[in-house]
């Protein structure tokens, strides 16, 4: 439910739909072997030869790298301009002679098909565009897509049957896209998205987006050719160093740059993105490292350590600030909920030593009818916190869901599972001010402890130098 409103969170859905399944395998049959750094690859599942043939692609061409670009989104406002996509081609094209660009889309994509065309002609040659846009079923599809060394695209399922087969990928993340939560998954795979949400984004509305002017077809190839070198460098050149070299610096800050990795079983598990454009961390970041934490501790059954990727060097003080008034804040939500959690567990006793939730003495109706009464008091206290301190928003989403999904039909099954609900809040909000304390304790000033002797100069007449 959180995922789905406008509360951000660093935990991938995947992670959170397979649980239960990978529970079982792991109960059954024991923990995953660690595959390191290593893909997932599936590559050999679609083999089809003969009509990769038909649509132009020749069976055993190893001397060419194929680059995927798939044009559309699963939205309007998630999809980047054809233009865009042509100039970021030439780039690609002009400069790295052994590459081949494959086009990829549904029918519906066709007209954007023709601009890219449209643009890039006279600029590279045409014979290093392979035009696939609305011929390729899904089988077809799939095939192009594992055959590739690259995907390039949106937020679209392209990304993650590229991520299933092994191939690499870029993702644009703009318009209403979460990288972190709905990105590629694996080992390697890089995501791209606009340094600051744009206004819309801001305001959480459908009006149009921004986002995707932020992020240039010069700071889009500078990312690919830096995602692509990784051989070479080996994550040891900063990301900035690539820029400079291609003449693109300025496009830097206007984007982030992140790369994803499988964290090991000690540490949880699931994918993270690692950024790689060190920026102070904004309160939205660290709200969404601490409702991912909180999702994990609700629906993955495991609770990883706290701040367990957060940074020191990117604590700021406006974050400290910040984080000091939800403070206060969050102490106030933490009462009302195990107010809420005692009333409710005094409407399941009560109600519990009664024979039928219809007759009853008038001074027990009477008593019950407070006690719902002071529940719907709560609940709008919550409400009103999560208008006044935007980062605890999430938890009043929750309420709403949480009362309105439970089960039971007798008035003690209710409260009971009413209780049930405020303690898991309570529970939520725990977490909360465990991660803001531990903020505010990583950043604070440390005691410097009676610094050791150590022998600076041998010939000194003493011997040792402190």
């Known amino acids: 439910a959180i995922v789905q409103g406008g509360v951000r969170q660093n935990i991938h859905l995947t992670d959170i739909l397979t649980t239960q399944l990978l529970t079982a395998l792991q109960l059954h049959l024991g923990d995953p072997a660690e595959a390191g750094d290593a893909p997932v690859s599936s590559k050999g599942f679609f083999q089809l030869e ?6 132009g692609i020749p069976s055993k061409d190893f001397s060419r790298k194929w680059v995927a670009i798939q044009l559309g989104a699963g ?7 054809p233009l865009n996509w042509s100039e970021f081609a030439i780039y690609l094209l002009e400069r790295h002679p052994e590459t081949q660009i494959l086009l990829l889309g549904t029918k519906e994509e066709e007209t954007r098909a023709a601009e890219f065309l449209a643009h890039s002609e006279g600029m590279v040659d045409p014979t290093r565009i392979l035009n696939l846009v609305g011929k390729t079923d899904f ?6 897509i594992g055959r590739c060394q690259w995907l390039i695209a949106g937020d679209t399922a392209a990304v993650h049957l590229a991520s299933i087969l092994g191939t690499r990928v870029l993702n644009l993340s703009i318009g209403t896209s979460r990288g972190n939560e709905t990105g590629p998954y694996g080992n390697g795979h890089y995501v791209i998205l606009p340094a ?4 819309a984004c801001q305001e959480g509305n459908e009006k149009t987006h921004s986002c995707g ?10 990312a690919w050719c830096y995602a692509s070198n990784e051989w070479s460098h080996r994550r040891q050149t900063p990301l900035e160093q690539q820029f400079e070299r291609l003449g693109f610096a300025s496009e830097l800050p206007l984007i982030q740059l992140m790369r994803s990795r499988i964290r090991s079983t000690e540490q949880g598990g699931g994918v993270v993105y690692d950024p790689l454009i060190q920026r102070p961390l904004s309160m939205d970041e660290w709200l969404a490292q601490v409702v991912g934490h909180v999702a994990r501790a609700w629906y993955c059954g495991w609770t990883p350590p706290i701040g367990q990727e ?7 003080p406006a974050l400290i600030r910040a984080l000091r008034e939800v403070d206060e804040a969050s102490g106030v939500l933490a009462k009302i909920c195990e107010e809420a959690k005692r009333t409710a567990q005094v409407i399941h006793t009560r109600s519990a030593r009664l024979k039928s939730d219809k007759l009853m003495p008038l001074r027990e109706r009477d008593e019950l009818r407070q006690l719902g009464r002071k529940l719907m008091e709560l609940e709008e206290l919550i409400e009103r916190l999560s208008q006044t301190q935007v980062p605890l928003r999430g938890f009043s989403m ?9 089960r039971g039909e007798q008035l003690h099954e209710l409260g009971r599972e009413s209780a049930e609900s405020y303690a898991q809040l309570a529970h939520g909000v725990s977490i909360v001010r465990d991660w803001i304390k531990h903020t505010l ?4 000033p440390m005691s410097l402890e009676k610094a050791a002797v150590i022998p600076l100069n041998r010939n000194s007449q003493e011997g040792l130098i402190p």
């Open 196 to 199: 600051e949400a744009c206004a």
């Open 75 to 81: 939205l309007e406002k998630k999809t980047w301009s």
């Open 398 to 406: 929750m309420t709403k869901v949480l009362m309105h999904n439970l």
């Open 310 to 316: 957060l940074e020191r060097s990117r604590i700021s």
């Open 213 to 222: 002017d932020a992020i240039s077809p010069e700071s889009l190839y500078a």
């Open 139 to 144: 089988d077809n599809w799939a095939a192009v």
């Open 50 to 55: 003969a009509t990769l043939g038909a649509l």
């Open 441 to 444: 304790e990583l950043v604070r």
